[in-house]
């Protein structure tokens, strides 16, 4: 199965700053995946993202979004 080098970009999301007040700020991420083909490696790169708690703990809880 082909690795993939998948770079991704998230914008909008509402992060607690250090001065406690919530800031919509953007990212960018380098995952590496296996998959058959390109749009099965993106897909699977957007889940890893999704489900990566550390980044989950950033967002602020008030405010609805969906990473």
Do not use: C
């Not at 889940?47 to 979004?65: C, M, V």
Request: glycine share 6%; aromatic share 8%.
């Amino acid at each position: 199965m082909p690795k993939y080098k998948a770079l991704l970009k998230g914008e909008g999301f509402p992060v607690v700053s250090e001065t406690g007040e919530t800031e919509l700020l953007g990212f960018y991420a380098t995952r590496w995946v296996k998959a058959e083909n390109e749009e099965q490696a993106e897909l699977a790169a957007v889940q890893l993202i999704k489900s990566d708690e550390s980044l989950h703990e950033l967002l602020d809880a008030r405010i609805e979004s969906n990473p």
